[in-house]
């Protein structure tokens, strides 16, 4: 994870130096995940484990927008 913000979590592909976004509404069981503004993370109502920058997660392609240069994926 390279970057958090209310929309989403930014990603980049360390193999390949692709970056993309995991948008919100992707994020697993997202009505229970909120952006914690002080702590520049995403956390769960529940037990999950927030996601925060400098975390490493697997992820897998959406879309990709060629035209607006977005790349947009989901936690695998």
């Known amino acids: ?10 990603v980049e592909l360390d193999d390949l130096l692709i970056r993309g976004l995991i948008r919100k509404s992707d994020l697993p069981r997202y009505d229970e995940y909120f952006f914690d503004r002080p702590r ?3 956390r769960s109502r529940t037990n999950a484990p927030p996601l925060r920058a400098g975390e490493t997660i697997r992820v897998r392609l959406i879309q990709i927008d060629r035209d607006r240069g977005f790349v947009d994926f989901a936690p695998a």
């Open 1 to 10: 994870i390279q970057e958090v913000r209310p929309i989403g979590v930014f």
């Open 40 to 42: 520049n993370e995403f």
